[in-house]
């Protein structure tokens, strides 16, 4: 199921916070502007650019937002996505997931929803903006920021780069 160009994505648990979409990714967060314009500048002319093109030092400024997806295909198709980095202020919140599938290290509900952006980006080869309130370990009273975008080359995805800020409400 994919999100409309804009507003809701689907739901996947009527218990869950509402997520927003923003195509046009206009963001209010600094790091994530941040993300979105590094991710820009790399890219260049291209629809995304490649996984060897991300460079941890170039991004001192957010590095501790980011998070590294890799797309990892499996038995009959299956796609499956793995965190290779995962920055110290998403740790803080969902512990460590550095190096591990988010199906096996998220509870289910918190999993479908991350998975349904990473197949969006994957599928459509395109960034996103998302947005909406923390749905994990009764942290609701925390909001989010995401910047996601494809990483890849002729046209095939094979990560994501994520920069993800969280701050309580007010």
């Given at each position: 199921?994919?999100?409309?160009?804009?507003g809701?994505l689907?739901?996947v648990?009527?218990?869950l916070?509402?997520?927003f979409?923003?195509?046009?990714?206009?963001?209010?967060r600094?790091?994530?502007?941040?993300?979105?314009d590094?991710?820009?500048?790399?890219?260049?002319?291209?629809?995304?650019?490649?996984?060897a093109?991300?460079?941890?030092?170039?991004?001192?400024?957010f590095l501790?937002?980011?998070?590294?997806?890799?797309?990892?295909?499996?038995?009959n198709?299956a796609?499956?996505?793995?965190?290779?980095?995962?920055?110290g202020?998403?740790?803080?919140?969902?512990?460590?997931?550095?190096?591990q599938?988010i199906?096996k290290?998220?509870?289910q509900?918190t999993?479908a929803?991350?998975?349904?952006?990473?197949?969006?980006?994957?599928?459509g080869?395109?960034?996103?903006a998302?947005s909406?309130r923390?749905a994990?370990?009764?942290?609701?009273?925390?909001?989010?920021?995401?910047?996601a975008a494809?990483?890849?080359?002729d046209?095939?995805?094979s990560?994501?780069?994520?920069?993800?800020?969280?701050?309580?409400?007010?």
């Amino acid at each position: 199921m994919c999100p409309p160009d804009d507003g809701l994505l689907p739901s996947v648990s009527d218990d869950l916070p509402p997520v927003f979409v923003d195509r046009s990714l206009a963001m209010t967060r600094t790091a994530t502007i941040k993300g979105r314009d590094y991710w820009n500048k790399l890219r260049g002319v291209r629809p995304m650019p490649m996984r060897a093109d991300v460079v941890p030092r170039d991004m001192r400024e957010f590095l501790s937002h980011v998070g590294l997806v890799e797309i990892v295909s499996g038995a009959n198709a299956a796609v499956d996505y793995t965190m290779r980095v995962a920055g110290g202020k998403i740790e803080e919140i969902f512990g460590s997931l550095t190096g591990q599938p988010i199906a096996k290290t998220l509870p289910q509900d918190t999993a479908a929803r991350w998975r349904l952006v990473f197949e969006e980006i994957r599928k459509g080869g395109v960034p996103l903006a998302v947005s909406g309130r923390v749905a994990y370990a009764n942290l609701r009273h925390l909001k989010y920021e995401l910047f996601a975008a494809p990483l890849g080359e002729d046209g095939t995805v094979s990560a994501i780069l994520g920069v993800l800020d969280i701050w309580p409400v007010t």
